[in-house]
């Protein structure tokens, strides 16, 4: 069967879902983005929609609100390689540049189409693992603490809750 999904069509599908869920919400005119906001639990982060019209690829950024500092980069990229060794879906980036870390998620869907429930999906699973290890990145760059121990704090809560 044909892929019948346009790239307007994932931008449409994605803003259906965002005005039946009540997020407010923006197109960017210079590409197939659309852009929010949402709130954590330990910081607000910026979500970036993206439809790659060429490969009928679904792209979703979360982006942390603070950029790393230039001289704790290099132990940032170490926390962010730990973190990703183990993730079963979706990984961490980070912009050796400027310090813009970002969680990235995506879907090739040819011959196939984006659903709501795909959409949830894509946007909890993403906001959880960026929650998550956001602390570890701030104590990190601002309070001095080694990626591994970061890791090992983070390990340690998350067994006590499971």
């Known amino acids: 069967m044909e892929n019948t999904n346009k790239p307007e069509d994932i931008l449409t599908t994605v803003e259906a879902y965002l005005v039946d869920n009540e997020w407010h919400f923006e197109k960017l005119d210079e590409m197939d983005v659309i852009q929010c906001g949402v709130k954590g639990e330990n910081a607000s982060f910026r979500l970036l929609f993206i439809a790659k019209e060429e490969k009928d690829l679904f792209i979703l950024y979360v982006i942390s609100p603070n950029n790393i500092p230039e001289n704790r980069r290099k132990d940032i990229a170490e926390y962010l390689t730990r973190i990703n060794y183990g993730l079963g879906v979706g990984n961490f980036e980070m912009d050796m540049d400027d310090g813009e870390v970002r969680y990235k998620i995506g879907i090739d869907i040819e011959g196939s189409y984006l659903s709501h429930v795909m959409i949830d999906n894509f946007i909890s699973g993403s906001i ?35």
Do not use: L, R
């Open 128 to 162: 959880m693992a960026m929650d998550k290890y956001y602390p570890g990145m701030m104590s990190i760059s601002f309070a001095g603490i080694s990626p591994k121990e970061a890791i090992e704090t983070i390990k340690v809560d998350t067994q006590t809750v499971n």
